[in-house]
Structure formats: C-alpha cells, structure tokens
C-alpha cells in the first residue's frame, strides 16, 4: 500500500487543479455518490501521514447549489449510494477481488485514529490499497496479461474531468465524507514539525518493535517498506523489543526513518525508482541470506517483514513469545 512518500507525490499531482470547476464524473466506486462532486470546484488539497484530502465548494451562480444544500443532498442519497451507481459512467472492466482488497484496508488502517470529524463535509478522504495511485491526464493501462491471458486496464475508483480539460484519476483506493481532515503534524515523519521526543517515548515500549514503527499514531506515513529498510539499516532486529534498545540506538532509527523517507521522496519527485536493500530481497548487501516472517501483534494486521540474522542479530529477552510465522 502507498507509504508516505508516495502519497506526497499524489497530493503535488492534485495541486494544479485546485480552484478548477469538476464538470463530468465517473468511476466504479460504491462509497460515494459520485454526483455529487459535479460542478463543484476543488478548494484545496492536503496530505496527512498515508491519507489524501480533498476539499470541494459550491461554485457560484443562480443556478448553482449551495455547499448546504450539497451536503444535504448527500446525505438524503447515502442510503441509496448503491443503486445510483449502477447507472454512472463505467471505465474499464469490474475489479478483481475488491472485498478481499477492502479488508486489508480495513485492517492495516486499524492504528489509526478515527477521523475527528466523520460524516458530512466537503472534504473527501482517500486511502489507498495495494497499487492505489493518482494519475493526472493520462490513464493506467494494463502491464502484463491476467491469469486467463486477458490485457485489462485497472478500473478506475474516481475520474474528475475538470473545465479545463485536464482530468485526475484515482485507483484502489477507499473514500469517505468528512468534515476537516485528521492532521497532526508531530506524527509526520514527513512533516517538518514531526515531534521526535513524542516517537521516542512510544520507541521505548516493551513491544517488538517492528509493531511500534507501523502505530500510525506516532510514524504517520511510515509503511512496510520503510519499516524494513530502516531496521537494517540502524542494524536492529525487528523483534527487538523498544525498551531493550539504548536511547542512542533509538535516536539512530529515527534519524534513518526521516532520511530514507525523504530520500524516497526525493526520488520520486525525479521519477527515480526505489532501490531497496533488504525489502524483498534474497540476500542483504553484504551478501548474507535474508529471513522472511510475518509478525504483528496479537489479533492485529500481520505484515511480511526481511532482516538479515547477521546485520542484525537478534536481542530478545527470553520470555517473550511473538508467535512468528516465518519461511
């Protein structure tokens, strides 16, 4: 799923339409009445840790409706959300296995905190699944065949067609209404207000930490990727439990966690591709093997995890039992 680099370089890709006019819609969403963005006019744009939103108002007129009156629309036409979509324009084909894609949203978006303000607004939140993706003026097309030799392009969630004449795709991603968007900027790891003291004080828990780095609560944006990178890279088994860690080696992580992330960044601005060093790889640079596991918390979102035994020797204590699955 999209970290937050990634969704930093969508959020940029959104901007140059802020104060344009939406006049057509489509896409094969069902958690929106999609209707109700047209004629509304982009207001702003921000991102939020892994989080899009976007801020749509009434344009102004005589015949244009009011931001009351759309919200109330939309509220009347949620209950029927469902059976209006079947009539809206459809690009592509239907998407493979949405349901099992919804439910790992749903699960790796547990460590986060509700929305402060869920229901009506004008700000539309977007989190992003697996290949989730914003792309502006152009569409996705399909790379390699499916199993059953058919070239499908990805189906679009969203498509917003603006007065302009430029338009802005959304894929695999999850929408919802809400009022303001969730914003704490100490939580960012991108974000220049990111409150290190905050991050050290939940580093230090007695839990893996490898499960501490992903509590959006506290590494906003931080994903799977940048998990595994930085944990080599600070040379600190994933199992580690933070309170067994010195302060100086915790300091060291997150000084990693801030650089990768903005190097990553960085490469992307400059359409540069991630050159990982231990995320799914079979050996690490120093050509020792790499082990794979799948750790997560107890009735938590598990998440497939590499360390090489060498680089980073384990440091457990011997009472803990993480009830890993490893291969």
């Known amino acids: 799923m999209p970290e937050g680099p990634s969704v930093r370089k969508f959020q940029l890709l959104t901007a140059p339409f802020v104060g344009q006019v939406v006049a057509k819609v489509g896409g094969s969403t069902r958690k929106i009445n999609v209707n109700d963005l047209n004629a509304l006019r982009l207001q702003d744009s921000q991102v939020h840790g892994k989080n899009l939103y976007l801020a749509f108002v009434a344009t102004e007129g005589p015949l244009g409706a009011t931001a009351g009156e759309t919200v109330l ?7 029927a959300s469902s059976s209006a979509q079947g009539g809206q324009e459809q690009v592509g084909a239907p998407e493979t296995h949405p349901q099992d894609e919804e439910l790992l949203e749903l699960q790796h978006s547990r460590s986060e905190p509700p929305d402060a303000a869920e229901g009506p607004g004008n700000w539309l939140r977007f989190h992003f699944g697996l290949y989730g993706s914003v792309r502006a003026n152009e569409f996705s097309r399909a790379k390699t065949a499916n199993k059953r030799g058919d070239w499908k392009d990805p189906v679009p969630r969203l498509v917003l067609h603006f007065g302009s004449g430029g338009f802005l795709v959304f894929y695999n991603c999850r929408m919802h209404w809400c009022s303001s968007p969730r914003a704490d900027p100490a939580s960012d790891i991108l974000s220049v207000e990111f409150h290190r003291g905050q991050a050290l004080d939940a580093l230090r ?19 799977n990727i940048i998990k595994n990178e930085i944990l080599y890279l600070a040379k600190i088994h994933p199992l580690t439990p933070g309170s067994l860690l010195a ?22 601005l400059h359409c540069q591709g991630l050159h990982t060093r231990i995320y799914q790889k079979e050996q690490c640079p120093l050509g020792h093997a790499v082990m794979k ?22 440091a457990l204590s011997r009472d803990r039992d993480p009830s890993p699955v490893t291969k």
């Open 73 to 79: 629309r939309r509220e009347a036409a949620s209950g």
């Open 205 to 223: 828990a007695p839990h893996p930490i490898c499960y501490t780095l992903l509590d959006q609560r506290y590494f906003s944006g931080l994903g």
């Open 247 to 268: 302060v100086s080696d915790l300091e060291h992580l997150l000084d990693c966690a801030v650089q990768f992330s903005s190097d990553w960044l960085h490469s992307k």
């Open 293 to 314: 596991g799948t750790f997560g918390p107890s009735g938590g979102f598990k998440r497939l995890t590499w360390w090489c035994p060498q680089c980073q020797p384990e």
